[in-house]
């Protein structure tokens, strides 16, 4: 994930990206080179938590983590940043394109960004720098603090004609101006009443001119959102995006209004204004990217574009969570995608275009939508498992949560996904994380099985309409079941998560892995790998049902993590070889449904594997580097063709 971006004021191909080292590209973002720390020092990258986030691990280190950089403005080989730890931070220079970097001065605060002041001279240079508590002006005579008025969201800054900088900060009280360089400061109003603040943003060299998002706003006996724009630096505001229950005529969205409603995204989470057009600035929320070319008469989504009139194509900014790829078998050109945050996607048109596909599907379950299920015999017949809770089975979603409070449930469609209608009676609300369908049951009386996180497994043998609970055997107090499987002679698995993220191991937090030979009326425990307590995901051989393919989420232990990777059974589950240990957070592993002989697997740490030998040996698949994976998707109909689908930028 990328911190910051600095670009060089020279050089329009240079830039700067901090995520995790501090990158530079000087072909326009083709290519990248590590800057801080150097190659020869980097000695390793600590990956073991539950996201595989990357710590690199560096000797000597003598910056730490860099938190807001700068390049002067007259010479592009002198570089600045803020670098330190949780509990100190300081100023350093490189004069030398960050060869060597020197230790300019101590800092009071952490910065969350840096400005180079242009009318200072190279000989004396002046950076500001802004905290959450102070607005810091460094120079060659050491640090001078100007206190802010109050704990400051977000800081932006620019400088004008006149000869201080403007600086404009957000806050839970409002907005404060300081046209003197943090000197004095005045509070800025919006129109109405009750707003609330968020992203503020100026244009560099046009400072009068602002954007700040706000909501709450009362005005005229309604409730707004949006974004105001000052062009006389605080002095009045006008509410350039205004929307309450309906759409502005002035925003044009893309389908995410259309679908959910101008709310849904929220007000921008972030804003820029380009230095040097205050008419040109952008805005992203919880879905949306936004761009205003015209000061702000007008606002256009960037993210998506429209189809031949037939649906959405992502311009590669829609940022969500995906589980899995889906493909009718009766219409070769209608795809599904389930999805965190928007639900069910649908194409009717190979993949081209997308449209929305949870009508009927109850408000408090269309957050995300896990898993579809079709019936192979019948033409537009097909389950969904939907839940308002995303992005499980992470622990940020059951940390402070009971699962027993996640709504969702199944839902049923008889018109190939275009209307569904709920279908869980007996099924109390869960967050429904997988469905499988049994292909020997009577199409009359489909047999079906579901996952409920927190609740245990669900099953079902009239087509999905009543639901019993089916936990016998199953040890685990509300069992995170998350997967489940079906064998060629009929054996069911299920896995259930791990409920620990602290390393441990052998106790009440392991996940499991169940077995039940008698459709799911009693369940036997599968032992584990050992060392391994975060099973993911499981595949069976659908020629070999002895032969079993286990994802295994790593511990939170050693520097890469412990217990993770792939394993393989070859007697069902009684023994375990791990067969791809250099990745440890595996999310799941899936079988080539024209030849057994090929697998996947993908998981968080950039890369996506294959085999072509029943999984004895695995080669990573070029060209995917994208850090969080979930699962491999091959195209039934292309078998040079595979999906992956990803937690976040899918």
């Known amino acids: 994930m990328v911190d910051f971006f600095v670009f060089d004021p020279k050089d329009p191909k240079t830039m700067y990206a901090h995520a995790t080292a501090l990158w530079r590209s000087t072909d326009g973002g083709e290519s990248w080179d590590v800057v801080y720390p150097s190659a020869a020092s980097i000695k390793g990258v600590r990956m073991n938590s539950d996201h595989s986030d990357e710590i690199i691990l560096a000797d000597p280190d003598p910056l730490g983590t860099i938190a807001a950089m700068a390049i002067d403005s007259t010479d592009s080989n002198v570089l600045y940043v803020s670098a330190g730890n949780k509990e100190s931070s300081a100023l350093f220079v490189s004069r030398d394109y960050g060869k060597s970097w020197q230790k300019q001065a101590d800092l009071p605060e952490r910065p969350q960004a840096m400005w180079v002041d242009p009318s200072s001279t190279p000989e004396k240079r002046a950076l500001f ?179 031949d009139e037939a649906g959405w194509t992502s311009r590669g900014l829609d940022v969500t969570t995906s589980y899995g790829v889906h493909f009718d078998p009766f219409e070769s050109k209608r795809m599904f995608i389930t999805y965190t945050d928007i639900g069910l996607f649908r194409s009717e048109d190979g993949g081209e275009s997308w449209m929305s596909s949870t009508a009927g599907v109850p408000r408090d379950w269309m957050n995300t939508t896990y898993w579809v299920v079709f019936d192979p015999k019948v033409r537009g017949r097909m389950w969904s498992v939907n839940s308002y809770t995303h992005d499980l089975p992470r622990p940020k979603m059951w940390r402070h949560n009971s699962p027993l409070n996640f709504k969702g449930g199944v839902c049923r469609s008889e018109d190939g996904g275009k209307h569904w209608t709920r279908s869980n009676v007996g099924m109390a609300e869960t967050g429904a994380t997988h469905i499988l369908l049994d292909p020997t049951s009577p199409v009359d009386a489909r047999v079906l099985y579901a996952a409920g996180f927190g609740r245990g497994v669900y099953k079902s043998s009239d087509g999905g309409r009543h639901w019993s609970l089916k936990n016998e055997g199953i040890t ?139 999984g004895l040996s695995w080669t990573r698949i070029p060209g995917f580097t994208f850090k969080w994976g979930h699962r491999v998707i091959p195209d039934p109909q292309d078998h040079n063709k595979v999906y992956i689908t990803t937690f976040g930028g899918s």
Not at 191 to 220: C, F, N, Q
Not at 508 to 526: I, M, N, P, R
Not at 544 to 555: C, F
Request: without cysteine; proline residues 4%; aromatic residues 8%.
């Open 476 to 614: 685990q107090k509300e069992p995170f079941a998350w997967r489940l499987a079906r064998s060629s002679n009929g054996a069911l698995y299920v896995v259930i998560a791990r409920r620990s993220e602290d390393g441990s191991l052998g106790n009440s937090g392991d996940g499991a892995l169940y077995k039940s030979t008698d459709g799911a009326e009693h369940w036997q425990a599968v032992a584990l790998p050992e060392g391994t307590n975060a099973p993911n995901g499981l595949a069976v051989d659908p020629e070999s049902p002895e032969r079993l393919y286990l994802a295994a989420w790593a511990r939170a232990s050693g520097e890469h993590g412990d217990g993770g990777g792939i394993f393989l059974s070859e007697d069902g589950g009684k023994n375990w070889k791990q067969v791809l240990e250099k990745d440890r957070h595996i999310y799941d592993v899936t079988i080539d449904p024209a030849d057994p002989k090929v697998l996947y697997a993908t998981g968080f740490e950039s890369s996506a594997w294959r085999s072509i030998d029943r």
């Open 129 to 307: 720098l802004a905290g959450q508590k102070a607005i810091m002006v460094a120079s060659s005579s050491g640090v001078h603090s100007l206190p802010l008025p109050t704990a400051a969201n977000e800081v932006s800054l620019g400088f004008g004609s006149e000869a201080q900088s403007t600086i404009y900060a957000s806050s839970e009280q409002g907005i404060s101006i300081s046209t003197d360089g943090g000197a004095h400061w005045h509070n800025s109003n919006l129109p109405g009443a009750g707003s609330k603040v968020r992203a503020i943003a100026t244009s560099m060299r046009h400072p009068e001119i602002a954007y700040v998002s706000y909501d709450h706003l009362k005005l005229d006996g309604k409730t707004w959102i949006g974004v105001a724009k000052t062009s006389n630096s605080g002095g009045e505001w006008k509410l350039v995006w205004k929307e309450d229950q309906s759409a502005a005529k002035n925003v044009h969205d893309a389908w995410i209004t259309e679908r959910f409603g101008p709310g849904w995204g929220e007000n921008p989470l972030a804003m820029t204004v380009a230095e040097q057009d205050a008419d040109l600035a952008y805005g992203t929320d919880l879905g949306r990217t936004m761009r205003t070319s015209d000061g702000g008469a007008t606002w256009t989504a960037l993210y998506s574009r429209k189809v």
